[in-house]
C-alpha cells in the first residue's frame, strides 16, 4: 500500500491534518498563545470593530488648567467645588479614581467635603489592594486594602477597587469585577459600581456560575465573563481622547476640564444623566496612563480606563479572549484540510491559494467580530476568533509542500534512472533539460561526431541454435558490459538494433578527443567480449566499425513519439564498415578522417578502400590493433587482396 506515490501523499495529508489537531489540542489545553499572539489579535479586533458611543459618559479631567486654578496636589477643597458645581446638573453617578487615603491637614475641608458627597448622594470613592495578591475562587485577596478615610467613606455610596493589571506586554485589557480583603470582605470594581448604579442594577443580588458573573437589572440582567483572577475583558468603545475639548468628536469619550465644571462653562448636556469619572487625564504632574489594545503608539489614562470598562457594562458588550476550544478546533481542522488538500493538488500554486484561504478566514473572522460588536447595545460576550491558534495551518502546509517536493524529487532521480536504461543517462538529460526549456521539438543541428556501430558476426547461426529467451539473456549479457565501457569512455547509447548496437561521441554532449576515445573503448570491448567468451561463454564475436564526420543530431518521428538519432553520411560509412570481410571477427575497423584524429601511437592495417553508396570516391579504411596501451585481443592478419568491391547496407555486394 505505501508503494504507492498517491496513496502515501494522501496518508500524509490524513496525518499532517490529525497531527495539527493534537498538536492544536495541546496548545489550547496549555493557552501557549493567550499572553503572546492571541493578545495581539484581541488588539486589531478591538482596534477595527466600529461601536458607535452613546452619550452615557463624562470624563472630567483633573488637568493641568485645574491645578493652575487651585495647586497640585488639589486642595480636597477643588473636589467639594466640584460636586457643588455638579449636583445642580443631575449627573447620574459620580465616581471619583482619586486617592483620599489621606485626611487633608485642614480638617475642615474633609467635612466640606464629607458634606458635599452626602449631598450628592450617588458619590463613588476610589479603593484599592495592595500588596502581593493570591488567587482565590474567581477573584484575588489582597493582604492590604487602601480605603478612603472614613469620614469620606461613610459619606459616600460607595467605594470601588481601581486596581490595574497590565498583561505581560504592558497593555491593560481587562478590569476587575471584584477583589477580596484580608478578612475576605468583597469589594466590587469602581466602574462596577458606577454602572450598575446608571442602570440601576440589583449588585447585591449579582450571583457567578463557573465562568459568568450575573447582575440583575430592570432593562436586561448583565451577563459577564470573568475569570480566574475576577477579571473582565474590557470592550475599548474609543480610543485615548485627546486634551479636554468640547465633545463634538463621537469618536471619543467626552472629556472636559474639571476647571470648566466648576466654573461653569460646561455644557448641562455633557453631565445630566450621565455616569461621570473624575480623575488624572492631560495631567503634567500625574503620568497616570497605560498602552491598551486600541491605543496603538499612544497610551490611556487610568480614569478613561474605568469609562471603556463602564460602557462594556453599560452597552451588554464583553469581549473574551478567544473562542471556546471546540469552536477553535473544528476552524483549525477545516482550515489545515483544505489547506493541505489545495497543496497535494497544485503543490506550490495551492500553497499560495491556502495562504489566500488563510488571509480570506482571518479578514472574515475580524469582520464577523466587528459585526457582532455593532449596535448600541450588544448581546452579551463576543469571542474574539482564535487567529493566533488556526495561523498554525500554515506550518503543516510548509511541512506537506517540503515532502512533496522532496518526494518529486526523488521520483524525478528515480525518472531519470529509469528513463536512463531506455536511452542514455546524456540523451536523458537533454531531453529534460529542453523539456523544462520548452525547446523540446522535432529538429535538429549540424554537429561533428565519431559514429561506432557495432555487429555480431554469426548471429543467425547462433540464433537458430538456442531458445529465444536463452539468446536474448546472451545479448543482453554482452550488450551490458559494452555499455560498461562505453560509459567509462564517455560515449553515448544511440539505439540496439536487434544484434547490433550503435554508439556517438559528440552527441549531444561535446567529447574532446572523441574519435581517440571511440578507438580505445571499442578495442576496449573486444578484450572484454574474448575474455567472456573465453570464460564459457557462447561463441559471440563483434566487429566494429567506426567514422568521424559532420552529421545532423537531434530529435527525429512525430510531435507524440520521437527519438535523439544523428543523420548523414558520417554515419552511413561507419555503418558500412561493420561489413563481415571489412570489421572481420574481434577487429576494430574505422575510417580515414578518424585515423587522422589518433595521433602517432596507432598500429593499423591498411585494408584498401570501400564503395559507399551516395559516395562519388571510395572510403578508406584500417584496421586498428593497437591505440597507446590498448590493444586488440586478436589481431588479424591483413588481408591478401586490398578490399576495393562496393559495400551497400553492410554487406559486400559481388
Same mark, same amino acid.
Given at each position: 500500500?505505501?508503494?504507492?506515490?498517491?496513496?502515501?501523499?494522501?496518508?500524509?495529508?490524513?496525518?499532517?491534518?490529525?497531527?495539527?489537531?493534537?498538536?492544536?489540542?495541546?496548545?489550547?489545553?496549555?493557552?501557549?498563545?493567550?499572553?503572546?499572539?492571541?493578545?495581539?489579535?484581541?488588539?486589531?479586533?478591538?482596534?477595527?470593530?466600529?461601536?458607535?458611543?452613546?452619550?452615557?459618559?463624562?470624563?472630567?479631567?483633573?488637568?493641568?488648567?485645574?491645578?493652575?486654578?487651585?495647586?497640585?496636589?488639589?486642595?480636597?477643597?477643588?473636589?467639594?467645588?466640584?460636586?457643588?458645581?455638579?449636583?445642580?446638573?443631575?449627573?447620574?453617578?459620580?465616581?471619583?479614581?482619586?486617592?483620599?487615603?489621606?485626611?487633608?491637614?485642614?480638617?475642615?475641608?474633609?467635612?466640606?467635603?464629607?458634606?458635599?458627597?452626602?449631598?450628592?448622594?450617588?458619590?463613588?470613592?476610589?479603593?484599592?489592594?495592595?500588596?502581593?495578591?493570591?488567587?482565590?475562587?474567581?477573584?484575588?485577596?489582597?493582604?492590604?486594602?487602601?480605603?478612603?478615610?472614613?469620614?469620606?467613606?461613610?459619606?459616600?455610596?460607595?467605594?470601588?477597587?481601581?486596581?490595574?493589571?497590565?498583561?505581560?506586554?504592558?497593555?491593560?485589557?481587562?478590569?476587575?469585577?471584584?477583589?477580596?480583603?484580608?478578612?475576605?470582605?468583597?469589594?466590587?470594581?469602581?466602574?462596577?459600581?458606577?454602572?450598575?448604579? %446608571?442602570?440601576?442594577?440589583?449588585?447585591?443580588?449579582?450571583?457567578?456560575?463557573?465562568?459568568?458573573?450575573?447582575?440583575?437589572?430592570?432593562?436586561?440582567?448583565?451577563?459577564?465573563?470573568?475569570?480566574?483572577?475576577?477579571?473582565?475583558?474590557?470592550?475599548?468603545?474609543?480610543?485615548?481622547?485627546?486634551?479636554?475639548?468640547?465633545?463634538?468628536?463621537?469618536?471619543?469619550?467626552?472629556?472636559?476640564?474639571?476647571?470648566?465644571?466648576?466654573?461653569?462653562?460646561?455644557?448641562?448636556?455633557?453631565?445630566?444623566?450621565?455616569?461621570?469619572?473624575?480623575?488624572?487625564?492631560?495631567?503634567?504632574?500625574?503620568?497616570?496612563?497605560?498602552?491598551?489594545?486600541?491605543?496603538?503608539?499612544?497610551?490611556?489614562?487610568?480614569?478613561?480606563?474605568?469609562?471603556?470598562?463602564?460602557?462594556?457594562?453599560?452597552?451588554?458588550?464583553?469581549?473574551?479572549?478567544?473562542?471556546?476550544?471546540?469552536?477553535?478546533?473544528?476552524?483549525?481542522?477545516?482550515?489545515?484540510?483544505?489547506?493541505?488538500?489545495?497543496?497535494?493538488?497544485?503543490?506550490?500554486?495551492?500553497?499560495?491559494?491556502?495562504?489566500?484561504?488563510?488571509?480570506?478566514?482571518?479578514?472574515?473572522?475580524?469582520?464577523?467580530?466587528?459585526?457582532?460588536?455593532?449596535?448600541?447595545?450588544?448581546?452579551?460576550?463576543?469571542?474574539?476568533?482564535?487567529?493566533?491558534?488556526?495561523?498554525?495551518?500554515?506550518?503543516?502546509?510548509?511541512?506537506?509542500?517540503?515532502?512533496?517536493?522532496?518526494?518529486?524529487?526523488?521520483?524525478?532521480?528515480?525518472?531519470?534512472?529509469?528513463?536512463?536504461?531506455?536511452?542514455?543517462?546524456?540523451?536523458?538529460?537533454?531531453?529534460?533539460?529542453?523539456?523544462?526549456?520548452?525547446?523540446?521539438?522535432?529538429?535538429?543541428?549540424?554537429?561533428?561526431?565519431?559514429?561506432?556501430?557495432?555487429?555480431?558476426?554469426?548471429?543467425?547461426?547462433?540464433?537458430?541454435?538456442?531458445?529465444?529467451?536463452?539468446?536474448?539473456?546472451?545479448?543482453?549479457?554482452?550488450?551490458?558490459?559494452?555499455?560498461?565501457?562505453?560509459?567509462?569512455?564517455?560515449?553515448?547509447?544511440?539505439?540496439?538494433?536487434?544484434?547490433?548496437?550503435?554508439?556517438?561521441?559528440?552527441?549531444?554532449?561535446?567529447?574532446?578527443?572523441?574519435?581517440? %576515445?571511440?578507438?580505445?573503448?571499442?578495442?576496449?570491448?573486444?578484450?572484454?567480449?574474448?575474455?567472456?567468451?573465453?570464460?564459457?561463454?557462447?561463441?559471440?564475436?563483434?566487429?566494429?566499425?567506426?567514422?568521424?564526420?559532420?552529421?545532423?543530431?537531434?530529435?527525429?518521428?512525430?510531435?507524440?513519439?520521437?527519438?535523439?538519432?544523428?543523420?548523414?553520411?558520417?554515419?552511413?560509412?561507419?555503418?558500412?564498415?561493420?561489413?563481415?570481410?571489412?570489421?572481420?571477427?574481434?577487429?576494430?575497423?574505422?575510417?580515414?578522417?578518424?585515423?587522422?584524429?589518433?595521433?602517432?601511437?596507432?598500429?593499423?592495417?591498411?585494408?584498401?578502400?570501400?564503395?559507399?553508396?551516395?559516395?562519388?570516391?571510395?572510403?578508406?579504411?584500417?584496421?586498428?590493433?593497437?591505440?597507446?596501451?590498448?590493444?586488440?585481443?586478436?589481431?588479424?592478419?591483413?588481408?591478401?587482396?586490398?578490399?576495393?568491391?562496393?559495400?551497400?547496407?553492410?554487406?559486400?555486394?559481388?
Amino acid at each position: 500500500m505505501f508503494r504507492k506515490r498517491h496513496t502515501r501523499q494522501r496518508l500524509a495529508v490524513a496525518a499532517l491534518a490529525a497531527l495539527a489537531l493534537v498538536v492544536g489540542a495541546l496548545l489550547l489545553q496549555f493557552e501557549l498563545f493567550d499572553t503572546t499572539l492571541q493578545s495581539v489579535v484581541y488588539d486589531k479586533a478591538i482596534a477595527v470593530s466600529n461601536t458607535t458611543l452613546r452619550d452615557q459618559v463624562t470624563i472630567v479631567a483633573l488637568d493641568d488648567a485645574t491645578v493652575d486654578q487651585y495647586r497640585y496636589p488639589l486642595p480636597h477643597q477643588a473636589y467639594t467645588d466640584l460636586l457643588r458645581a455638579l449636583k445642580p446638573q443631575s449627573p447620574s453617578v459620580i465616581a471619583f479614581d482619586v486617592a483620599f487615603y489621606d485626611a487633608a491637614q485642614n480638617t475642615d475641608e474633609d467635612r466640606n467635603l464629607a458634606a458635599a458627597i452626602r449631598d450628592a448622594g450617588n458619590v463613588l470613592l476610589a479603593m484599592q489592594g495592595s500588596g502581593i495578591a493570591t488567587i482565590g475562587d474567581h477573584t484575588e485577596r489582597y493582604p492590604v486594602v487602601l480605603l478612603p478615610i472614613p469620614v469620606l467613606r461613610d459619606a459616600a455610596a460607595g467605594v470601588g477597587a481601581v486596581n490595574i493589571h497590565p498583561d505581560p506586554d504592558g497593555r491593560v485589557r481587562y478590569s476587575q469585577l471584584l477583589i477580596e480583603g484580608p478578612d475576605g470582605t468583597t469589594y466590587y470594581s469602581l466602574p462596577l459600581l458606577a454602572a450598575a448604579r %446608571k442602570v440601576r442594577a440589583e449588585l447585591p443580588n449579582a450571583s457567578r456560575t463557573a465562568d459568568v458573573f450575573t447582575v440583575p437589572a430592570p432593562l436586561g440582567k448583565r451577563v459577564m465573563p470573568i475569570d480566574r483572577r475576577g477579571g473582565m475583558s474590557i470592550y475599548y468603545a474609543a480610543p485615548p481622547a485627546p486634551a479636554p475639548s468640547a465633545c463634538a468628536d463621537k469618536s471619543y469619550f467626552c472629556v472636559v476640564s474639571m476647571r470648566d465644571v466648576i466654573n461653569g462653562t460646561v455644557s448641562r448636556d455633557l453631565i445630566t444623566g450621565r455616569a461621570i469619572f473624575v480623575g488624572a487625564h492631560s495631567l503634567s504632574a500625574v503620568p497616570d496612563s497605560y498602552p491598551v489594545p486600541n491605543s496603538g503608539a499612544d497610551k490611556m489614562f487610568g480614569v478613561e480606563i474605568w469609562a471603556n470598562a463602564a460602557q462594556s457594562i453599560l452597552t451588554n458588550r464583553y469581549p473574551v479572549l478567544k473562542q471556546s476550544d471546540a469552536a477553535t478546533l473544528v476552524q483549525l481542522f477545516v482550515v489545515t484540510l483544505v489547506g493541505l488538500l489545495l497543496v497535494l493538488r497544485w503543490r506550490l500554486y495551492g500553497f499560495m491559494g491556502a495562504l489566500v484561504l488563510l488571509v480570506v478566514y482571518v479578514t472574515g473572522a475580524y469582520v464577523l467580530f466587528s459585526i457582532q460588536t455593532e449596535g448600541l447595545i450588544g448581546a452579551g460576550p463576543v469571542e474574539v476568533p482564535s487567529i493566533a491558534y488556526v495561523i498554525p495551518a500554515a506550518f503543516w502546509w510548509i511541512i506537506l509542500l517540503g515532502y512533496l517536493l522532496a518526494e518529486e524529487q526523488i521520483t524525478v532521480a528515480r525518472t531519470r534512472s529509469t528513463f536512463g536504461r531506455f536511452v542514455t543517462p546524456s540523451i536523458a538529460r537533454t531531453i529534460i533539460d529542453r523539456e523544462e526549456a520548452g525547446k523540446l521539438a522535432l529538429g535538429g543541428e549540424e554537429k561533428r561526431v565519431t559514429v561506432l556501430f557495432g555487429d555480431i558476426r554469426g548471429f543467425t547461426t547462433i540464433s537458430e541454435g538456442l531458445a529465444p529467451g536463452i539468446l536474448l539473456g546472451h545479448l543482453n549479457r554482452y550488450f551490458d558490459g559494452m555499455v560498461d565501457i562505453v560509459n567509462r569512455y564517455e560515449g553515448t547509447v544511440n539505439k540496439y538494433n536487434g544484434d547490433n548496437i550503435m554508439v556517438l561521441w559528440g552527441a549531444p554532449l561535446e567529447v574532446k578527443g572523441q574519435a581517440r %576515445k571511440a578507438v580505445e573503448c571499442a578495442l576496449e570491448m573486444q578484450r572484454w567480449i574474448v575474455s567472456e567468451r573465453e570464460k564459457g561463454g557462447p561463441d559471440v564475436s563483434f566487429g566494429f566499425g567506426i567514422n568521424t564526420g559532420p552529421v545532423v543530431a537531434g530529435f527525429l518521428g512525430a510531435k507524440g513519439r520521437m527519438e535523439y538519432t544523428v543523420i548523414g553520411d558520417s554515419a552511413n560509412v561507419a555503418s558500412r564498415l561493420t561489413a563481415a570481410d571489412i570489421a572481420r571477427r574481434d577487429q576494430v575497423v574505422v575510417s580515414g578522417e578518424t585515423l587522422a584524429e589518433l595521433g602517432d601511437d596507432v598500429e593499423a592495417v591498411d585494408l584498401g578502400a570501400v564503395s559507399v553508396k551516395g559516395r562519388a570516391e571510395a572510403v578508406p579504411c584500417w584496421q586498428i590493433n593497437r591505440l597507446g596501451g590498448v590493444a586488440t585481443p586478436k589481431p588479424a592478419p591483413a588481408p591478401e587482396i586490398p578490399v576495393r568491391r562496393p559495400v551497400v547496407a553492410g554487406y559486400r555486394r559481388a
